[in-house]
C-alpha cells in the first residue's frame, strides 16, 4: 500500500507540473489546425480571383500547408518545455541524414520547382513523358499524375520529369493525325488522294488551318502507300483518327479503288 501510494503521489506531482502544458499544447495543436484550414481556404479564394494557374495554385497549397504544418508542430513542442534550439539542433542532424537517404525526393522537389518556373506542360496538357501518353491530372510537390487515354493513372516523378524529354501536343492547340492508307498499283493515283481529300475536308472537325493533305509516302511490295494529314484540335484528335480511317476506307469502296491485302490461293489436287 505504501508503494502504490508513493506511485500515486508521484503521478499527482506529473499531472501538476505537466498537466498545464499538455492541455496547453493540445489546445495550440487544435486551434492552431483550424486556423491552418482557415488560411488555406482564403489563399485557394484570393488565388482564384487572381486568376493564377490551376498547377502553381496547387503547387503553392501543398509547399504553404506542409510549411504551416511544421511551424504549427514546432509551438506545440516548445509548449511542452523541449528546448526548440536544441530541438532545432536535432531536426538539422536528422535532417541531413534523410536528405542523403532521400536524395531522390529531393530531387524531386527541386524538380517540380522547376516545373513551375519553366511550366513545360500545365494541368489538363497532353503530353507524351517517360514513354507515358496522357492527360496531365495533378502537379504535386514531388510527382506528376497523368490519366492515360486507357483511363489509367500513370505517377511520374517530378525529378525524372523535369530532366526527361517531353513532347507537349496541347501547347500550340493543334495536333496532326497521322494515317498510311495503301492502294493498289493498278489504280489511279489522283483520283485516289482526291477521294482521301474530300474526306477530310467534309469533316468539321478538321481544322482548315493548317490544311489536310494527302501525298504518296511509300512505294511498298504490294502497294502505293498515301499518307492522310490532317489537323484538329487535342480533344479531338481520337475521334478525327477513328471517323478519318472509317470513312476512307468507306469512300474508297465507293470510288472502286482497291486497297490491297494478302488473298489465299486454293490449290486444287488433281484426283
Known amino acids: 500500500m505504501e508503494k502504490a501510494q508513493e506511485w500515486f503521489n508521484y503521478g499527482i506531482e ?14 495550440i495543436y487544435v486551434i492552431g489546425s483550424w486556423v491552418i484550414k482557415k488560411i488555406i481556404v482564403s489563399i485557394k479564394k484570393l488565388m482564384a ?8 495554385q496547387r503547387f503553392l497549397l501543398d509547399l504553404t500547408t506542409w510549411a504551416l504544418k511544421i511551424f504549427l508542430i514546432i509551438l506545440v513542442i516548445s509548449r511542452l518545455g523541449v528546448d526548440v534550439t536544441t530541438f532545432a539542433a536535432v531536426i538539422a542532424a536528422a ?3 534523410v536528405g542523403l537517404a532521400l536524395q531522390g525526393s529531393l530531387s524531386n522537389f527541386a524538380g517540380g520547382v522547376l516545373i513551375m518556373i519553366f511550366k513545360p506542360y500545365k494541368i489538363g496538357d497532353t503530353i507524351d513523358a517517360q514513354g507515358v501518353i496522357g492527360t496531365v491530372k495533378e502537379i504535386e510537390i514531388f510527382t506528376t499524375k497523368l490519366i492515360t487515354p486507357g483511363n489509367k493513372l500513370a505517377i511520374i516523378p517530378n525529378g525524372t520529369m523535369a530532366n526527361g524529354n517531353i513532347i507537349n501536343f496541347t501547347a500550340e492547340g493543334k495536333m496532326r493525325v497521322d494515317l498510311t492508307i495503301g492502294i493498289g498499283y493498278d489504280e489511279d493515283i489522283k483520283k ?5 481529300l474530300q ?3 467534309t ?5 482548315k488551318d493548317p490544311s489536310p493533305s494527302v501525298n504518296v509516302s511509300n512505294l511498298g511490295d504490294s502497294s502505293v502507300d498515301l499518307a492522310v494529314r490532317p489537323y484538329c484540335t487535342p480533344e479531338n484528335y481520337w475521334d478525327v483518327y477513328f471517323e ?14 482497291e486497297i490491297p491485302y494478302p488473298h489465299a490461293v486454293e490449290i486444287q489436287k488433281e484426283g
Open 199 to 201: 474526306v477530310l475536308v
Open 244 to 257: 478519318t480511317l472509317e470513312n476512307c476506307k468507306i469512300a474508297l469502296d465507293n470510288a472502286g479503288i
Open 14 to 27: 506529473l499531472a501538476k507540473e505537466f498537466g498545464p502544458k499538455l492541455i496547453t499544447a493540445l489546445l
Open 203 to 207: 469533316n468539321p472537325q478538321v481544322l
Open 95 to 97: 535532417g541531413l541524414a
Open 192 to 196: 485516289a488522294k482526291e477521294v482521301l
Open 49 to 56: 480571383k487572381s486568376k493564377y494557374d490551376e498547377s502553381l
